[in-house]
């Protein structure tokens, strides 16, 4: 069983920027996937920022170029950097990691981490 836990949320104002963490009890560079979603009351959870082992990335067009997702194999977490943050970015934030398993690989859900904008 993996354990993935973020950390980083809060409240701020429109306009600020929030910083999100997420660890895995895995090595973050034996990943398959590294991804942050996010669920807004009586919304469906969708996918806000993705990130490969090859290194590319993907991101929901309603924060391309506010948020950024990296990974830091040095503190073995995976990072998202939101700026410019709105009123409709409050949701829970969820980490997702991708974990080979040799013939099949499986999702690790964290409990999320609310994020709050107030305009």
């Known amino acids: 069983q993996v354990q993935v836990v973020e950390s980083g949320g809060g409240s701020v104002q429109a306009g600020g920027s929030l910083r999100l963490s997420c660890s895995a009890s895995v090595s973050i560079s034996a990943l398959l996937y590294m991804s942050w979603y996010r669920q807004a009351p009586g919304n469906q959870r969708e996918l806000v920022a993705g990130l490969s082992a090859s290194g590319r990335r993907n991101y929901a067009d309603s924060v391309k170029g506010r948020f950024a997702i990296s990974r830091d194999n040095a503190k073995n977490t995976v990072e998202l950097q939101m700026n410019s943050l709105k009123p409709d970015d409050t949701a829970v934030y969820f980490c997702?990691?991708?974990?080979?398993?040799?013939?099949?690989?499986?999702?690790?859900w964290g409990q999320g981490t609310q994020v709050t904008v107030s305009s």
């Open positions: 997702n990691v991708r974990v080979d398993h040799g013939v099949s690989y499986y999702d690790y």
